[in-house]
């Protein structure tokens, strides 16, 4: 670190140019007479005086006072930071108790330009998914961001991943097991599509990634109502379209799930295992903004377009239908419309054979 560095930092600390000069000069002797600090620093010996007593309140030097002349000695500079340290972790609990925790609010919008940053924040949208991911991306782009995919699937977020395969080869499908959910390649080049939890987004044209210097820009959104038409968007215009390669294993039983979707998922490979299940359903009417109550049933029927074969009768639908001690009645996810019940958490359980 050079010397304008470190007077920089100094200022971060409450001193002056003067003082910094005076201090660098009490350094470089180690140990010295106020007139000859004083001489060298270019001030005044009362200055040093001065200027002495409050570098050593700091931990900085060491009056000697008790001899004639006095003199002032450097401490040295682990022990300087030491004491630093020391006192920046005792104002942590004070600062931490007045500290308002409040959340700064999320850009909607975010124009990228730049091949770089739209990596940098698939990978941060990535990171921060707590409950669903869909994303269509290049096959050439997977090594870049396959770190990030593993680890959001080992947090139980559920990954439907579109790869686009103008560079595919056949072994290469080995390598989607672990990063996704639910895999799917495709011939054509769709656009590069990313939404987290319905909350979050980012769309930007499949050239941008795939060539530097394109002039096209990507979109970064961040806006409720917005998100889900991209995640319809997907699950109707792309996902249909292409070719499933690998799909999880189903969960043990019983088994929670804050995401429907994941939900969904899960109880049609356990029907096609031959496994009856019960559904306990925190649920409310689609028709009110009534509280969220306990439905609880044998599920009977499940629409999805998940995994293939699709089982639902238009290409966003994701629905179960759990028979209650009232009658048949359909459950969708987040912001259903269609179907009776609108689904908040659910626990599959093992039915009787």
């Known amino acids: ?149 593993r680890a959001t699937v080992d947090r139980g977020v559920l990954v439907l991943l579109l790869v686009t395969r103008e560079d595919l080869e056949d072994g290469q499908i080995d390598q989607f097991d672990d990063i996704a959910s639910a895999v799917r390649v495709w011939e054509e080049l769709a656009p590069v599509l990313l939404t987290i939890d319905r909350q979050q987004g980012i769309v930007a044209p499949n050239e941008m990634l795939m060539r530097a210097n394109t002039g096209k820009q990507a979109i970064v959104v961040a806006q409720q109502q917005l998100v889900p038409v991209f995640v319809g968007s997907f699950l109707g215009n792309y996902w249909p379209m292409a070719d499933e390669v690998c799909v999880t294993e189903s969960a043990s039983l019983p088994h929670r799930y804050d995401g429907f979707r994941q939900a969904v998922l899960h109880a049609e490979l356990h029907r096609r295992a031959g496994q009856p299940l019960v559904a306990q359903i925190q649920a409310r009417s689609t028709d009110s903004n009534d509280d969220y109550h306990d439905i609880t049933g044998p599920i009977v029927e499940i629409r999805q377009s998940l995994t293939q074969p699709a089982t639902n009768s238009f290409p966003v639908e994701n629905a179960l239908v759990v028979e209650t001690d009232d009658g048949l009645v359909s459950v969708g996810g987040p912001g259903a419309f269609i179907e009776e019940y609108e689904a908040g958490e659910i626990t599959l359980v093992a039915g009787e054979k």
Not at 70 to 84: C, F, K, Q, S, W
Not at 94 to 109: A, D, H, I, M
């Open 1 to 149: 670190m050079d010397e304008s560095e470190i007077t920089r930092r100094l200022r971060q600390f409450g001193f002056s140019e003067k003082e910094i000069d005076t201090y660098f000069t009490i350094l470089a002797h180690g140990e010295a007479k106020a007139a000859t600090i004083a001489e060298n620093a270019g001030v005044s010996k009362r200055y040093v005086y001065s200027i002495s007593e409050t570098l050593e309140e700091r931990g900085f030097v060491e009056v000697n006072d008790h001899i004639v002349p006095t003199t002032i000695r450097a401490n040295p500079p682990e022990e300087v930071i030491a004491r630093l340290t020391e006192e920046l972790q005792a104002m942590q609990p004070g600062l931490e108790s007045r500290f308002n925790r409040t959340t700064q609010p999320t850009q909607q919008f975010e124009v990228v330009k730049s091949r770089v940053t739209v990596l940098k924040r698939i990978q941060q949208l990535l990171s921060r998914a707590t409950e669903e991911v869909t994303l269509s991306v290049p096959v050439s782009l997977l090594p870049k961001i396959e770190d990030e995919l």
